[in-house]
């Protein structure tokens, strides 16, 4: 399917439904249905702060598995494997990562769900799961609770431990764990909807979210007892009562299971004390428990975040040695252990580790190097300066993109790439990076995205010593996008290229002071103060508010005389209210001795409309009433009275002449 809704797979699913309306292929298709609407608000995620929640390959749209481990499969069966489910539980996650900044998307979801409803009758559980766990990773856990409702009328699908354990989820990252507890209070007591059974995934739920939501645990261990403190952030009592009751749920045989030190280890990361898990490792071997994939991934993880390399390669090691001696696939390195060592490396610039890990990487047999995988080598590789190295691996992803589409890189890598060959003045090849993004790359390319890319390659025009053409794209990208920030690396460039430019060929129409020297303290041409006719704070705004059809902004004074803040004309809402609850407070001040130059700085870039000019002496004074102690005002329409614009030659300038506001936006 398409990042688009696809006519022909609707179809399909009516035809396989009316045939069979409890066939699985149609619940794949359904629910691949769904979370293709929201394809084009898919964004690639490089690590999560839950290593386990990532497969080894990202799909880029929903499709059903007919490659790689499942070939197989599709051989003997002749047909296409069938989505499993935690491919579908992972694309839930990823294809709703930014449906809670488009409401549109819920809306069309649950209208199609609406219409399926109408037209087949009931949703079975695996759907309506599905749709819980995208309400729940958008954050819009009362949307959640609407669909546990309405899963569990009588004539719906009903629920069952995945629904629960979604629903325990959700309320824990939105901090309601006194719903989460009663939640879990009814399943313990068997009062809950559907029979679902107390155990240890749907304990880890709630903890799991705790955790990711700041809730920071550390497990002392004596014995078969167990207590739990809470440090950092987080509810004592709250997180004591959960393991406390709930605890033996997580215990073989009497001792904490493996899952409960995973839990304990994301704890310590999350809370910034990556070091502290480290030692979770003896404690596990002391208890006599074999670390997993997830707890050497973690742990590795705690080394990178600690900086402490050579743990990691340890546990590395460690991690493969287990895996051969006891030949468990599942616990040798995958893509998500290779990346991590890759960043941890690529962090500390160490290009020689870096190569290792990606030759190894390509000589497993086993290992699936997935697009995700492919983007961290060409970052990392980036990062630690080998833009060949980089290079070789960009033209690889794009070699076997044309075999799988699912390994299309994303626009970020064609940023990476252009802002490292931009750098070094490769104008062409940035050039070309440019023209082929649009087409070749997967996924939507935001405004940012699009701005950023005409700002490198107005940068890699200007390093490769092409003026013209750096001026003919900067003058393209004021066209186009009306602005630029002057603190961006754009920017930046945009200023170089001015300074090359001078007056006689400025891009933004300057404006000049000449009457005035910017070097000349504010004092020689503020406006008296007690000429802006400040307002008394106490004032309600229907006395004076025939003053801001004159002035946009004025100042406001205490009952003692002293500025405490600017009224402006936009805030001016409520007649019967004073001005003290409308106005903005503290005032943007200025002393005396600040420099014209500055003050205008400070006007252009804050866009403030008035500035207060204060004695020295009063800045620094010893009372409230001396502190803000004003003698003048200068404004933005004085700044503009004095200022005038270039004289420029007409077939000079690549771009029409502004106004003084128009400037003020460019800015």
Not at 26 to 54: A, C, D, G, K
Request: hydrophobic share 40%; with cysteine.
């Amino acid at each position: 399917m398409q990042s688009c809704i696809n006519d022909d797979a609707v179809h399909l699913c009516s035809l396989i439904f009316s045939q069979n309306p409890n066939s699985l292929l149609w619940n794949s298709l359904f629910i691949s249905f769904i979370l293709s609407i929201t394809t084009s608000f898919h964004q690639q995620v490089l690590f999560r702060s839950s290593p386990e929640s990532l497969p080894q390959t990202e799909p880029e749209t929903p499709h059903f598995a007919d490659s790689s481990a499942h070939s197989q499969e599709t051989a003997r069966s002749g047909m296409p494997v069938l989505v499993t489910k935690k491919m579908l539980k992972y694309r839930s996650c990823v294809w709703f990562q930014k449906i809670g900044e488009q409401g549109e998307g819920k809306k069309r979801i649950f209208k199609e769900i609406k219409i399926a409803k109408r037209r087949y009758g009931k949703l079975n559980i695996i759907v309506m799961n599905a749709v819980m766990e995208a309400c729940v990773h958008c954050g819009d856990v009362d949307l959640a609770l609407k669909v546990f409702d309405e899963m569990i009328k009588p004539q719906s699908c009903g629920v069952d431990n995945v629904t629960y354990g979604t629903l325990l989820k959700g309320l824990g990252e939105a901090r309601r764990i006194d719903d989460a507890f009663q939640l879990l209070e009814s399943v313990e007591q068997g009062t809950a909807v559907g029979s679902p059974e107390l155990s240890a995934p749907l304990v880890c739920s709630l903890l799991n979210a705790l955790v990711d939501a700041g809730y920071n645990f550390k497990i002392m261990f004596s014995g078969a007892a167990s207590l739990l403190h809470c440090f950092s952030t987080g509810d004592l009592r709250r997180a004591n009562g959960l393991l406390a009751r709930y605890g033996s749920v997580l215990h073989e045989d009497g001792s904490p299971s493996i899952l409960m030190y995973n839990l304990l280890m994301k704890g310590y990361i999350i809370a910034g004390f990556p070091k502290a898990a480290l030692s979770v490792h003896d404690e596990m071997l002391q208890q006599g428990l074999k670390p997993d994939r997830l707890a050497y991934n973690t742990l590795i993880f705690a080394c990178v975040k600690s900086e402490n390399l050579d743990a990691a390669k340890h546990y590395f090691e460690e991690m493969k040695e287990n895996a051969q001696k006891t030949i468990e696939v599942d616990l040798f390195p995958d893509a998500i252990t290779y990346t991590t060592l890759l960043k941890g490396f690529g962090h500390a610039k160490d290009l020689f580790s870096v190569q290792k890990i990606v030759m190894e990487m390509k000589s497993s047999n086993d290992l699936i190097v997935d697009r995700t995988t492919y983007t961290a080598i060409v970052d990392v590789l980036l990062n630690c300066g080998s833009i060949k190295g980089a290079l070789c691996i960009f033209g690889e992803i794009i070699k076997r993109a044309g075999q799988n589409l699912n390994l299309r890189p994303k626009p970020h890598l064609y940023i990476s790439m252009m802002s490292a060959l931009a750098a070094r003045g490769e104008y062409n090849m940035v050039k070309t990076l440019h023209k082929r993004m649009r087409p070749d790359s997967a996924g939507t390319i935001s405004p940012a995205v699009q701005i950023e890319a005409d700002q490198l390659l107005m940068e890699a025009a200007l390093n490769d010593g092409q003026v013209d053409a750096a001026t003919h794209h900067l003058s393209n990208i004021i066209t186009r996008w009306k602005r630029i920030c002057w603190r961006s690396r754009g920017g930046m460039v945009a200023v170089r290229l001015e300074a090359l430019l001078g007056f006689t060929r400025s891009m933004f129409s300057p404006y000049l002071l000449p009457e005035v020297s910017p070097a000349d303290p504010i004092e020689n041409i503020m406006m008296p103060f007690e000429e802006a006719q400040p307002l008394i704070a106490t004032l309600d705004l229907k006395k004076v508010v025939m003053r801001f059809y004159k002035d946009s902004v004025v100042p406001v004074i205490d009952d003692w005389g002293s500025c405490v803040g600017l009224l402006h004309r936009e805030d001016c809402r409520e007649l019967d209210a004073p001005i003290s609850t409308m106005m903005r407070s503290p005032p943007p001040c200025v002393t005396t001795s600040t420099s014209i130059g500055r003050v205008a700085d400070l006007i252009l870039e804050k866009r403030y409309k008035m500035v207060v000019v204060v004695k020295y002496s009063n800045l620094y004074g010893s009372s409230y009433r001396s502190s803000l102690r004003a003698v003048g005002i200068f404004t933005s329409e004085q700044l503009f009275k004095l200022a005038i614009a270039s004289e420029l030659p007409a077939e000079e300038f690549p771009v029409p002449n502004r106004t003084v506001q128009q400037f003020q936006d460019i800015v």
